[in-house]
């Protein structure tokens, strides 16, 4: 990953992608979202942002997938640094230089965790102060999954997955990212999904042997337990997917799953080497177009470094 240098009264925040271990999906409300119950898990797969002083809200990507990316005011990040703008007051403008290290359309929330860094990294930028709570609030008006990428770690995610409860895990889960270039478009999978549910399914829950068995922090628990109703459409839109789940089956993978909408995989692990191992075999069967090895949990969008302008001028 690139690593990014914060200028003269630069802000520089981390945050990182996130995967789901379980993700339920309930009959589509009359608003035309889904109910979600979903486990996520930040993993040690980040984006950074460098936050500058500026004249107006102006955002420039850098970093995988970069040009995928808009950098005018659908990018997520400049929503962000808007209602952050808007909801205090302030005039102060910012360039956000981000660096891009999760996947773009992979499920795994790389725009969600830009807008986390990006309310961070402005509200210490333009000193608005705004409690963890407040940006919560916020992060939850930008998207679902925006609360998930401040609070990191591993949370229970109900209603669209922005209610969050802080989940128990103890140690570090090792895991095997299968990446597909070709993203998927999150509504275009629940369509897919809405297609293929013919009889309405139960209101969505994650079971309490998976809560426990993130408590124990032993991989074989979880290895029956992970889920994803999603995995099915994300299949019928990327065939590819179903590639990688074969390849699987001759490792030592202890359960696979599509992460959120897909198409990125994720594969279970037993320790570091086993997922060394697993990333190899992925990499001979040439099945995947990147395969990557990451730990969870990790913590959500922090302060990496601060530079105020005056510590550099004299
Ligand atoms: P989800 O959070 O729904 O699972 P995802 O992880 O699959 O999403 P993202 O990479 O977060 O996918 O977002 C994909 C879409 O959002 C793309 O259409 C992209 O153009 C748009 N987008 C807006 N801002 C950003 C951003 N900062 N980074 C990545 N994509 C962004």
């Not at 009959?27 to 460098?50: C, M, N, R, W």
């Not at 809560?211 to 994803?228: F, K, T, W």
Request: net charge negative; aromatic share 4%; with cysteine.
């Amino acid at each position: 990953m690139t690593e990014v240098e914060p200028a003269s009264g630069a802000v520089h925040v981390r945050a990182p992608g996130k995967i789901n271990i379980a993700l339920k999906v309930g009959a589509k409300q009359d608003d035309g979202y889904h109910p979600l119950a979903t486990v996520f898990q930040a993993v040690s797969l980040y984006e950074d942002i460098v936050a500058e002083p500026d004249s107006r809200i102006r955002v420039s990507v850098t970093g995988r997938h970069a040009d995928r990316v808009p950098t005018d005011e659908r990018n997520l990040a400049h929503r962000a640094a808007q209602l952050l703008a808007d909801a205090t007051g302030t005039e102060e403008g910012v360039h956000l230089r981000i660096t891009k290290g999760v996947p773009t359309s992979g499920g795994m929330g790389g725009g969600s965790a830009d807008a986390a860094a990006a309310l961070l990294a402005c509200d210490l930028l333009w000193g608005t102060g705004l409690a963890r709570e407040e940006l919560g609030h916020l992060a939850a008006e930008i998207g679902a999954d925006v609360p998930f990428a401040l609070t990191g770690q591993t949370a229970l995610g109900l209603g669209r997955g922005d209610v969050l409860t802080p989940a128990l895990a103890r140690g570090r889960f090792h895991w095997v990212l299968a990446l597909l270039e070709d993203g998927l478009s999150t509504p275009e999978v629940f369509r897919a999904w809405d297609v293929m549910t013919t009889t309405p399914p139960p209101a969505p829950a994650i079971p309490s042997e998976l809560m426990q068995a993130l408590v124990s922090g032993d991989p074989h628990r979880l290895q029956n337990l992970l889920v994803n109703d999603l995995n099915a459409p994300a299949i019928r839109l990327q065939p590819r997917i179903a590639d990688v789940f074969d390849a699987l089956e001759s490792t030592s993978a202890l359960a696979r799953v599509v992460s959120g909408s897909g198409p990125t995989v994720v594969a279970l692990a037993a320790d570091h080497a086993a997922a060394l191992g697993i990333a190899n075999s992925l990499r001979r069967a040439g099945v995947a177009d990147e395969v990557l090895v990451v730990t969870g949990p990790t913590s959500g969008a922090r302060l990496i470094e601060s530079v105020r302008a005056a510590e550099t001028e004299g």
